[in-house]
């Protein structure tokens, strides 16, 4: 069972910048995929980033794509989203997620991860 504990977020005024971080219990998290979503009040969660931990390819969607950068580190077995240029419409609740084996057709997906972290508030600013 793999625990996912996210950190990072915090309040910042639109433009600024926050960096996520996502730390795994396990190392054996090197072999799955890593995924960032967020939920905004009245709203369902949506997909932001991913990465494939081995291989490193990332993944993004459009409404972050040039913004946002999702990155891993196997020491400490630690996933980030570093989010820059943030929006007000950015507030949410981020959640880490994690997909095990990876399936690239599935890092968009809510369904495709078996575990996920707590969650993590970011507020942006107007």
């Known amino acids: 069972q793999v625990q996912l504990v996210e950190s990072g977020g915090g309040l910042v005024q639109a433009g600024g910048s926050l960096r996520l971080s996502c730390a795994a219990s396990?190392?054996?998290?090197?072999?799955?995929?890593l995924g960032w979503f967020r939920q905004a009040p009245g709203k369902e969660r949506e997909f932001v980033a991913a990465v494939i931990w081995t291989a490193g390819t990332t993944y993004y969607a459009d409404s972050v794509k040039g913004r946002f950068t999702v990155s891993r580190d196997n020491a400490p077995n630690t996933a980030y989203l570093q989010m820059n240029s943030l929006r007000p419409e950015d507030t949410a609740i981020y959640y880490c997620a994690a997909q095990d084996p990876p399936q690239e057709s599935k890092v968009r997906s809510l369904q495709g991860y078996n575990y996920w972290g707590q969650g993590t508030q970011v507020t942006v600013s107007s």
């Open positions: 396990e190392r054996t998290a090197s072999r799955y995929a």
